[in-house]
C-alpha cells in the first residue's frame, strides 16, 4: 500500500511563493506517476501538474504554466510542488496523488489515481 504525505502548505499573499512536499513511501513499481491536484470550495478536483518518475516527464495546466514547477528527488522518493507568483485563484487543497503506471498526462481524471494523500491547504490573499 503506498503512502502519500504532504506538507508544506500555509497562508501567503498574492505574489507570494509556497513550496509543497509529498513523500511517498512503500512503492515497489517500475512505473510510476506522480501529480498534483487542487480542490477550491464548490469545484471539482482538478489536476495542476504531474511528472513521470521514470522518465521525468512533467505535464502542467495552462493556469499555472510558468508560475509552478514540479520535481523528484529520488532518492529520497519525494514530490516537491515549487509555487511562484501565487495568485487569489490558486486558493485550494493541494493533493498528491500517485499511479502505477507509465501514462502521466495532465488529462488523467481524479478517479483515474488510485493513491491519494490527505491534503495540505494553500490560501492565497490579495
Known amino acids: 500500500q503506498v503512502q502519500l504525505v504532504e506538507s508544506g502548505g500555509g497562508s501567503v499573499q498574492a505574489g507570494g511563493s509556497l513550496r509543497l512536499s509529498c513523500a511517498a513511501s512503500r512503492y515497489t513499481y517500475r512505473y510510476f506517476c506522480m501529480g498534483w491536484f487542487r480542490q477550491a470550495p464548490g469545484k471539482a478536483r482538478e489536476g495542476v501538474a504531474t511528472?513521470?518518475?521514470?522518465?521525468?516527464?512533467?505535464y502542467y495546466a495552462d493556469s499555472v504554466k510558468g508560475r509552478f514547477t514540479i520535481s523528484q528527488d529520488n532518492a529520497k522518493k519525494t514530490l516537491h510542488l515549487q509555487m511562484n507568483d501565487l495568485k487569489p485563484e490558486d486558493t485550494a487543497i493541494y493533493y498528491c496523488?500517485?499511479?502505477?503506471?507509465?501514462?502521466?498526462?495532465?488529462?488523467?481524471?481524479?478517479?483515474?489515481?488510485?493513491?491519494w494523500g490527505q491534503g495540505t491547504q494553500v490560501t492565497v490573499s490579495s
Open positions: 511528472i513521470s518518475i521514470g522518465s521525468g516527464s512533467t
Open positions: 496523488a500517485a499511479e502505477p503506471t507509465d501514462i502521466c498526462f495532465l488529462s488523467r481524471p481524479p478517479s483515474a489515481w488510485t493513491y
